[in-house]
Structure formats: structure tokens, C-alpha cells
């Protein structure tokens, strides 16, 4: 089975993020960029179906600018077996809307023959949490979100999900899309000899128009700001006091 | 001229900074007051390939350059470790490694090196005497012909990470200094192992890096197998210098990387810390300079080692480059986390904020492993042509 790991270029999580003057966005011009920390977890997770030998190849693909070849890099040198770098903008401001990105997957699960998509469950840049959900839809192929536990038992895939107030397990059928969640595993870091070794690892590039998807935006982006500057607390004696003031602020 | 990191690079750099921050400063601390080997932070090190990266491929390394190594120390060390783990860097792939590597027999190269490469080794280096330290030359450590080997007696001191390491690259004299024209002959290096009848060593009290003792090492007539020597009899002086070349770079590294947390530390306090109203202590320029001034004194010191690093992948000399780095790196580094501490204030003197150890490590770079006043004996007699002061 070929398991197919798409991975996205977004700002590093240590960053501090900068939103833009015109407030147009937020600033990525010369801000460190990493792969997206939940995808990190999909291509853990695949390389371990790999090493159990539940997988026959891990493939990494990313949608975006070119400089995107670094992340899937990242992805070869954790032990992906080959990526495919799909250039879709020149701008690195320029965001691939979900439903383009799921639009190209799709193609690209088709023309790979792809048995098993494992994704991360958002991008930790716009939050989205919508691009393997329309994988699925598209494929019409069975999903399963916001996975903490994967275990493939022949012609399905056992999931638990992380849902509000605790855990609940399923199965469906494959082929299947599987959303990671933050505690599904703790991804490795690249070793010296496998960063070495990824170097002469395959990296296909395409573009968008091979596979024939209009990546132009549908949805406006209104206004960016930055959250509110947290006010400073005040320290009270004791909790009758507390209790009053969260009165008087009309809290309680 | 080409200043930008290639992807692999920027791979290792990342990979080096994730092992790092899995050791924060806070483990370090802990380490230093218990004076503990940080044996779990090594082996994650040796796990993640690191320590062999440039050591030759077929034995268990990456064959990759100078470079590579000192991007991979100063990340680790800026990460929580501050510029003693670069000593361990010292130790392993440049003492044990460099000397097997270029001058050992293809039986140590096949042996030890891949073991070094996993952590299963360690090494050490003994050169320095009570009577023999920026003058090392006047080494009075003997080793006399007995059978196929020799017998080592003298006194060594200041040997860095003697309990935890299995080999100890001896430097001594094999020929009495009567018998010879100049006193760089005559000398041979030898490694053998630290455990062995009439080797004895005890630790010195210090200031800091506390996570690596240093020891007097006593060789009361040690045997050591005709198998045990290292490169050319009688010859080793140069070999040695050498394999210690490289040594100021991984030094630099370190240094650079401490100086990095020192500056990471002190600003963020200079953000948060109010004094005087709501303004933050690093809204006033007299707060900031110091910590502006040491950031370009690191970056301009980082740039030096590096030149020097690829001065000597591409096989050019590179020893006032890499003794200016250093120079510059142990100043600049011992002066920030000083400074880091003036801006904690009372803070600064606990060991809970970091400055003070990293201030105590990053202080004996300013005599060891070269002192400053050397290398700027250096500085005047190779690159200005001057007399020879000394
Ligand atoms: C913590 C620590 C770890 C060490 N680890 C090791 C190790 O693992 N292996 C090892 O072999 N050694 C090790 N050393 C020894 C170190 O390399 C020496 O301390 C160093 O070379 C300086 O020698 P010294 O201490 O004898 O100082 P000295 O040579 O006695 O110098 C004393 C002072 O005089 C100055 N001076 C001397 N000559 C001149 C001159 N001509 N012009 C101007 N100034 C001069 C020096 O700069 C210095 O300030 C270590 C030392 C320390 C402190």
C-alpha cells in the first residue's frame, strides 16, 4: 500500500507573528517556515506504517511556492521515500484556498494509486481544518478526523478520535483519509545519515495547470488584526474579594 | 561570495536544535549542581548522527566537513547547554576521532571510530603539565622502550572527562630532550586505556563546567603495547597540533552558541521586567547597547569561524582565522552572560535564570584550551611580523 502524506510550508510555531501594515495578512518576507507541526505527525505516523511493513512507500506532497521543496525535504529526511512538489503560487503570501489543495490531492492520489491519505488535521496558519474532509468527499473515499490512534486491520482502518469530553473509536472502510491529532505519536527527528540520505531522494516538481486545477481564490480575506494586548491582573487578598470584583466587572 | 546554507545544512541545524531543546537549560543546571556526565543529552546526540559528522562515512560518520560541525555545536549549545557541551565535541570526534581517523591503524579506525560514532566510546587528551601548559613543549611525561612497547611515567593535569572515557590520547616524550635538535622532536602520541595498573587520576575543584570533571592524572610506570601508538614515533608533535587545530572551531562553536542563549535570556527578561512604571527595563538604551554591541561582536566572530572552518574543508591554512574567532567568540560570550546578569539584577545571581553558569563556563575559554594572551602572540608573529615576544 502507498500511503500519500501531504505536508504544508507554513510560519515556524516559535515565531512571533507579525501581522502586515495594510492588514492584508500576516508578514512571512524573511520569517523561519516550517512543515506544519500536525503534518510532521502524518509522515511519523506513515513511516512507522512503513516499519511495521503495513506500508510499501511513504510519499510527501506539497502544495504551494517552490520554496515548499524545503519542507518536503524535511519529510524525505524523517524517512519519507519520494515527494512531489506541486508550485501553485510564486508569492509566499499567496495561500492555497482547502478546497484547490484537496482538488490536486485528489489528482495526485488517483495518478499515484494511493491506498491510505494520513494528513495533519489543520494548518497552524489560517486553522482551516477542512482539506481531508474534501479529500474524502472528492474521492468519496471513507474519513476519519482528529485521529490519536491508527491501527490497520486488513480492510479497514481502526481510528480513535479525540472528541470533546474523551475518546471514541471507529472503523471504516479503506481507502481512507485520517486526519492527524496532536497525540497520535511523537514525530522523530531527521538523523545526520538519513538527512544525507535524503539529498538523493526523488522530488518530483509539477504545477497546478498539470493537473489542470484553477487555484485562483474564492474566498476574500476582509481584515487581519492582531489579538487584543492581554491587560494586566491584579493580585487580590482573598476570595471574598475576588468574588466581589468579578462582580463589579459584571463577570459573574 | 556565498553565505547561504544549503538544505542540508539547514536540516542538520534544525535537527541539532531539536536534540538541544530536549536538554534545556533547566537540565543543564541540574547536571552542573550534581556534577553529573549528561550521558542521556550525549547519546541522543550520537543517536541523531551527530557526533561522527565529519568522520569518515565507513566507519559509522557522515564525511562531511568543518562547516557542518560547527553549525551542528553552536545550535546544540545555544539550545540550553551553553559552551561546555562543545567539550565533549573536544573530547570525542576531535581527540579520539581526528587522531584515529588520520593517524590511527586501520584496526583502531575499524574498531573505535564506529563505537565513538554511537556513544559506545569515549576519549580524552592528555597533554598539559603542572610545568607545561601554553608552553607545552616543556612536557616532561616519559615513555622508555620495554619490549615491543614502552613504560609511561609522569604527571598530567587539567584532563578533561578522564572518569567516563575508556582511551586517553598520552602525549609524551620518547626521546630525551638531550638527544635531540629541537624540542618538537622526540614526542609521541599514544592511546591507551584509562583504566590500567598505575594510572591514577583525581578531580580538581572548579568554577564551572561542572558536567565534565577535569583531573591530575598520575602514570606510575604504565605499560603501554607496541599497538598502542598513534601516527610516528618520535614524530607526533606535529600530528598532534594537527588533530588540536580543529579544535578552536568546535571551541568557537560553542561559544557562539552560548553567547546566543546569554542574549536570548537577557533580552527576555529586559521585555518582561518593569521597574519604574510600566516601562520594560529593555525599553532604555543603557539595557540594550550591551546586548546590540555583543550581538554584532558574535555574528562578526561566528563569520571568522566559519572561514576558518571552510578554509580547512577546502585544505587552506586556517589558524589566525580560527585563533581570531576564538579570541573574539570567548570574549564576547563571557561578556554577554555578564551582562545577561547585571540585567536580571539580584535575579542574575540566582542559579535559576542560567546567566551564571553559562557566565562560569563560558570564563575558562579565555585561557583554555589557548589563552588569549597566545593568540595574540600568534596574531603578532604570523600576521603582522613581529618579534617573537617570549
Ligand atoms: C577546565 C580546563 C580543562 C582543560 N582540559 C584540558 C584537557 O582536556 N587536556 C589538556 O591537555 N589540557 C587541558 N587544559 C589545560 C589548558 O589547555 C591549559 O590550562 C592552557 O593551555 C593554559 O596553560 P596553563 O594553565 O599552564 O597556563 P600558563 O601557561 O601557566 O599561563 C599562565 C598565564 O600566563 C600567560 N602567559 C604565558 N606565557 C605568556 C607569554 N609569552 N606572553 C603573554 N602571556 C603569557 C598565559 O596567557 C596565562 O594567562 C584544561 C584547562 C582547564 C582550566
Known amino acids: 500500500m502507498k500511503v500519500l502524506v501531504p505536508v504544508k510550508r507554513v510560519i515556524d510555531y516559535n515565531v512571533k507573528v507579525r501581522v502586515k501594515s495594510d492588514g492584508s495578512g500576516v508578514d512571512l518576507a524573511n520569517v523561519k517556515m516550517s512543515m506544519n507541526p500536525f503534518d510532521e505527525i502524518a509522515v511519523e505516523e506513515a513511516i512507522r506504517l512503513k516499519e511495521a511493513g503495513t506500508a510499501d512507500e511513504v510519499i510527501a506532497v506539497s502544495i504551494g511556492v517552490k520554496q515548499a521543496q524545503e519542507t518536503l525535504r524535511t519529510a524525505l529526511a524523517m524517512g519519507a521515500d519520494r515527494a512531489i512538489l506541486v508550485v501553485a503560487a510564486d508569492d509566499v503570501h499567496q495561500d492555497i484556498e482547502p478546497l484547490a489543495v484537496a482538488k490536486i490531492l485528489a489528482k495526485v492520489v488517483e495518478e499515484e494509486g494511493a491506498g491510505l491519505v494520513l494528513a495533519g488535521k489543520q494548518a497552524i496558519d489560517n486553522d482551516m481544518n477542512a482539506t481531508g474532509q474534501m479529500l474524502s468527499a472528492l474521492l468519496g473515499w471513507s474519513q476519519a478526523t482528529f485521529a490519536s490512534d491508527l491501527k490497520i486491520e486488513g480492510e479497514h482502518a481502526v481510528v480513535t478520535r479525540e472528541v470533546d469530553g474523551g475518546l471514541q473509536t471507529i472503523k471504516v472502510k479503506m481507502p481512507a483519509i485520517v486526519t492527524v491529532d496532536l497525540r497520535l505519536n511523537e514525530p522523530r527527528y531527521a538523523s545526520l545519515p538519513n538527512i544525507m540520505k535524503a539529498k538523493k531522494k526523488p522530488l518530483d516538481e509539477k504545477t497546478a495547470a498539470d493537473y489542470g486545477i484553477d487555484v485562483s481564490p474564492r474566498l476574500e480575506v476582509v481584515k487581519t488584526s492582531e489579538p487584543e494586548t492581554r491587560q494586566a491582573g491584579e493580585i487580590v487578598p482573598d476570595v471574598d474579594t475576588l468574588v466581589a470584583k468579578l462582580k463589579e466587572k459584571g463577570i459573574i | ?390
Not at chain 2, 593517524?103 to 569515549?122: I, N
Not at chain 2, 586517553?168 to 630525551?176: E, G, I, S
Open chain 2, 1 to 390: 561570495m556565498d553565505f547561504i546554507l544549503n538544505e542540508e545544512q539547514k536540516l542538520m541545524i534544525e535537527t541539532a536544535r531539536k536534540v538541544g531543546e530536549k536538554f534545556g537549560p533547566d537540565y543543564w543546571r541540574a547536571l552542573d549542581a550534581e556534577k553529573a556526565f549528561p550521558t542521556e543529552c550525549w547519546q541522543a546526540i550520537c543517536d541523531a548522527g551527530l557526533t561522527g559528522a565529519m568522520l569518515p562515512e565507513e566507519f559509522g560518520g557522515a564525511g562531511l566537513g568543518m562547516v557542518e560541525v560547527a553549525l551542528i555545536i553552536e545550535e546544540l549549545c545555544a539550545a540550553g547547554a551553553g559552551a561546555t557541551l562543545a567539550q565533549i565535541f573536544m573530547l570525542n570526534p576531535i581527540f579520539g576521532g581526528v587522531s584515529i581517523a588520520k593517524y590511527g591503524t586501520d584496526k583502531m579506525r575499524a574498531e573505535w571510530l564506529p563505537k565513538l560514532c554511537s556513544g559506545e566510546m569515549q576519549f580524552c587528551m592528555a597533554l598539559t603539565e603542572p610545568d607545561a601548559g601554553s608552553n607545552s613543549l616543556e612536557l616532561k611525561t616519559s615513555a622508555t622502550v620495554e619490549g615491543n612497547g614502552w613504560r609511561l611515567n609522569g604527571q598530567k593535569i587539567w584532563i578533561t572527562g578522564v572518569p567516563q572515557s575508556q582511551k586517553m590520547l598520552v602525549v609524551a616524550r620518547t626521546t630525551p630532550v638531550g638527544q635531540i635538535e629541537k624540542k618538537t622532536q622526540g614526542i609521541s602520541l599514544f592511546m591507551i586505556d584509562t583504566k590500567r595498573e598505575g594510572l591514577s587520576h583525581t578531580a580538581i575543584d572548579k568554577l564551572g563546567t561542572n558536567t565534565i570533571p577535569s583531573s591530575q592524572v598520575f602514570f606510575d610506570n604504565v605499560l603501554v603495547q607496541g599497538d598502542e601508538l598513534i601516527g610516528t614515533l618520535d614524530k607526533g608533535w606535529h600530528q598532534l597540533l594537527d588533530v588540536l587545530n580543529t579544535e578552536r572551531i568546535v571551541t568557537t562553536a560553542g561559544l557562539i552558541g552560548a553567547g546566543r542563549l546569554a542574549l536570548k535570556l537577557g533580552a527576555d527578561y529586559a521585555n518582561e521586567r518593569r521597574v519604574f512604571g510600566k516601562t520594560p527595563i529593555g525599553a532604555y538604551q543603557s539595557v540594550q547597547f550591551p546586548l546590540a554591541q555583543h550581538w554584532a561582536e558574535l555574528e562578526a566572530a561566528k563569520l571568522l569561524n566559519l572561514k576558518a572552518a571552510s578554509f580547512f574543508d577546502n585544505g587552506l591554512p586556517f589558524g589566525s582565522e580560527s585563533n581570531a574567532a576564538k579570541l573574539i567568540a570567548s570574549q564576547a560570550a563571557s561578556a554577554v552572560a555578564e551582562r545577561a546578569m547585571q540585567i536580571m539584577g539580584g535575579m542574575g545571581f540566582s542559579k535559576e535564570m542560567h546567566a551564571e553558569r553559562l557566565w562560569r563556563d563560558a570564563r575558562l575559554f579565555r585561557f583554555a584550551p589557548v589563552s588569549e594572551e597566545m593568540i595574540l602572540n600568534y596574531i603578532s608573529m604570523a600576521n603582522l611580523g613581529l618579534p617573537r615576544s617570549y
